[in-house]
């Protein structure tokens, strides 16, 4: 049997695109027969899916099983804990100590002659404290059967490890959540009482890396909205500004499902989430420029219409020339097929649709927001008294 998979792009930083479905539990038998379903259930509703079990679906590796026999041990003067090092000294050896030999650091491994077949190993001598010298089979029953190729534990509890790699064009979100639909209710009714599955991986880096992006994403928020009130000195100008956050990030939204729709599969990865933060410094500079011009002409005298009007007017060139730039320096990483182009092709669909959305917010949108409370401001200018006339001397 063969599997191929494609490597991930950051070498030593993740394991590809693998979704670790991990079944635990105390009977190896229960949790071979869920495996074996799973393995059958997530072929059939993945189709093109590859599915690779750790450490085996059969128990086809010869083993011995020895099970100790309580009252023996008690008698000839050990317990299980001395029974199970010495059986450890008549297999690959155990561990006594070390010696140092003033250049390096040496173990000390206790080893019994070797043998050849479970009779041999039955009828090894062993000198007991209170009932001389036993063979082996007097303090435990010896029994051949089957065992898995390996033992595999994930935090001390047996598992068994269905490795999924997704087929192409389908991301680990989806992948995840048909697994959990359809193939975890079927294997959940065939794992013994104290059986789990949970899920590793990548998918579960997946997670983590979406929970840090988010707490990432809303601390940027929090410090940028109070960074534009302390430089506009106004709460209310400061949430202008942010307002164009939330609709660059639907058109960074719209984008991607553009792509996708096209033909073009592209997944919401590390680098595509990274582009929804630097979005969040590029889309806010246009609104600042607005609200800041808008602001200074109102200060020298202009009445709010006026002073929006003039605010657009002036700074309508600087914002199509900032956001033309930012667009036309990513259309290349969109539109460029090639080696590694899908590693950056989200990033830049998120700033292309961003800054595309938020423009047309800044230039409609935000001059009408801007004009809101245009009436009390008119009021206000009506209730301040005229300025009196100077008077000045004829010798002038």
């Known amino acids: 049997m063969a599997f191929a998979k494609r490597s991930s792009l950051f070498g030593g930083f993740g394991t590809g695109n693998t979704i670790d479905v991990d079944l635990q539990g105390r009977s190896i038998e229960s949790l071979l027969q869920a495996a074996q379903v799973g393995f059958g259930t997530i072929h059939r509703i993945l189709p093109g ?3 690779r079990p750790f450490p085996g679906l059969d128990l086809s590796d010869p083993e011995l099983r020895l099970t100790p026999i309580e009252r023996n041990i008690v008698e000839a003067g050990w ?3 001395t029974l199970t090092g010495i059986i450890r000294a008549l297999g690959d050896g155990l561990f006594v100590g070390d010696y140092f030999d003033g250049e390096q650091r040496l173990d000390i491994i206790l080893r019994a002659v070797p043998w050849s077949t479970p009779e041999e190993l039955a009828n090894l001598p062993l000198a007991t404290p209170d009932a001389g010298v036993l063979p082996l089979n007097a303090l435990v029953d010896i029994t051949r059967t089957a065992g898995p190729a390996e033992i595999r534990r994930i935090d001390r509890r047996r598992t068994i490890t269905l490795r999924v790699t997704p087929p192409e064009g389908m991301s680990l979100d989806e992948a995840v959540r048909i ?3 359809k193939a975890q209710p079927v294997m959940v009714n065939l794992m013994p009482e104290d059986g789990d599955i949970r899920y590793a991986g990548t998918a579960d880096k997946l997670e983590t890396a979406k929970a840090n992006m988010l707490g990432n994403f809303i601390l940027a928020i929090v410090i940028l ?3 534009m009130s302390a430089l506009f000195r106004s709460f209310l100008d400061s949430l202008l500004v942010v307002l164009a956050i939330p609709l660059a990030t639907v058109g960074g939204v719209l ?3 553009a792509i996708n729709s096209m033909g ?3 997944p919401m990865d590390l680098l595509t989430m990274i582009g929804f933060i630097i979005l969040l410094g590029l889309v806010v500079n246009n609104a600042i420029l607005l609200v800041h011009q808008t602001r200074s002409a109102e200060r020298e005298g202009l009445c709010r ?5 003039q605010a657009v007017r002036m700074r309508l060139r600087p914002i199509l020339m900032s956001t033309l730039t930012s667009i036309f320096g990513m259309l290349p990483l969109l539109l460029m097929p090639g080696a590694g182009s899908e590693l950056y092709r989200g990033l830049a ?8 959305v938020s423009t047309v917010f800044t230039l409609l949108l935000l001059p009408s927001l801007l004009r809101i409370g245009e009436g009390a401001s008119q009021a206000q200018a009506g209730k301040t008294p005229p300025p009196q006339p100077q008077l000045r001397s004829v010798a002038e």
Do not use: H, N, T
Not at 305 to 309: I, K, M
Not at 349 to 356: P, R, S, Y
């Open 349 to 356: 669909a998120v700033i292309v649709g961003g800054m595309a």
């Open 225 to 227: 909205y109070l960074l």
């Open 49 to 51: 899916a590859s599915v």
């Open 255 to 257: 984008a991607l499902l």
């Open 264 to 266: 073009i599969f592209q």
């Open 79 to 81: 317990d299980r804990s």
């Open 179 to 181: 697994i959990r639909e």
């Open 305 to 309: 219409a006026a002073a929006v009007e």
